[in-house]
């Protein structure tokens, strides 16, 4: 059904559409970075419980071939914060942004429903339900509202000002890709162990959906109190890190690079005041 859609959705004799790249390209990660995650984590895979390293190796190998796959024809950002960072950094153009960004979600839920299919007796044998959740979104590792928001912006500035600082470089014809994949690698052994690196918000709540709407045998809650985490920090990692390349990198400070990062700031203390109300009530709970 998924590859019907994208047949009907390209025309006969005409070069694939930016949109299209981006619906498919996001697509491909999702089958290839959910892939990894759920077969790793799912009872009765061969690769059953082989680890971080394979999850961020395939996650950074993901990255690669999708951005192989469709970079000719839209840039290969598959991720709304690369989306924005690029705008704000005078790279891409504002109103393209949407459309991008649409593209993105529906490739991201279309990708995760191929995952879904792709090891359906799997969900049955796997009792734990967070785990199942765990293929297709993201969670902490501690629950702490304001360091989860905080890491998921620092991973996602990481991602956008590498890729922006690698986009900068000369390359053999044909590398960047793969340059930008060991960057993704880097980001998961190094910062990923606090939330699941989601550092890309279609590639969280595109999946997170897909969790929500499909017939996974055994699954718990979607975790949507938690869902606004790897979307809202990712966004404002990701234009701070396009603003900041401008700024620090090219000596262009515009206006909006300050009016972002006091944005960065704020959202980060009013989740610092919301995780702390939250942990009081929870302590006289259980006080009581």
């Given amino acids: 059904m998924v590859f019907v859609f994208f047949l ?23 089958i290839f970075g959910a892939g990894v995650c759920a077969n790793v984590n799912l009872k009765g895979s061969f690769a059953f419980q082989s680890g971080w390293i394979v999850i961020a190796a395939g996650w950074g190998l993901a990255v690669a071939m999708a951005v192989y796959a469709v970079g000719q024809f839209s840039g290969a950002h598959l991720n709304p914060a690369v989306t924005l960072a690029l705008a704000f950094a005078g790279d891409f153009a504002w ?7 649409t593209a993105q979600m529906i490739g991201a839920f279309l990708g995760a429903a191929v995952v879904f299919l792709h090891f359906y007796p799997h969900w049955r044998v796997t009792e734990d339900e967070g785990t199942k ?19 998921e912006i620092i991973g996602t500035f990481i991602l956008t000002v590498g890729i922006l600082s690698i986009g900068a470089n000369q390359f053999t014809e044909g590398l ?13 052994v190094s910062l990923g162990g606090t939330t699941g690196y989601a550092i890309n918000p279609a590639r969280d709540l595109g999946p997170r959906l897909a969790h929500f709407l499909l017939p996974i045998a055994g699954k718990g809650s979607s975790n949507w109190p938690y869902a606004w985490i790897p979307v809202i920090g990712p966004l404002l990692g990701g234009s701070l890190g396009g603003l900041f390349y401008r700024s620090v990198f090219l000596g262009d400070t515009v206006p909006a690079f300050w009016a972002v990062a006091i944005l960065t700031a704020a959202v980060w203390l009013v989740a610092f005041i919301i995780g702390k109300k939250h942990q009081t009530v929870s302590n006289q709970v259980d006080i009581g």
């Fill in 95 to 101: 109103g393209d942004v949407l459309s991008y960004i």
């Fill in 133 to 151: 959740l765990g293929v297709f979104a993201t969670g902490p590792a501690i629950q702490h509202t304001a360091s989860n928001l905080l890491s």
């Fill in 176 to 188: 960047n890709p793969f340059i930008v994949g060991l960057l993704i690698v880097a980001i998961g």
């Fill in 8 to 30: 009907f959705c390209l025309k006969e004799g005409e070069n694939m559409t930016p949109f299209m790249g981006e619906l498919i390209g996001t697509a491909l990660l999702i």
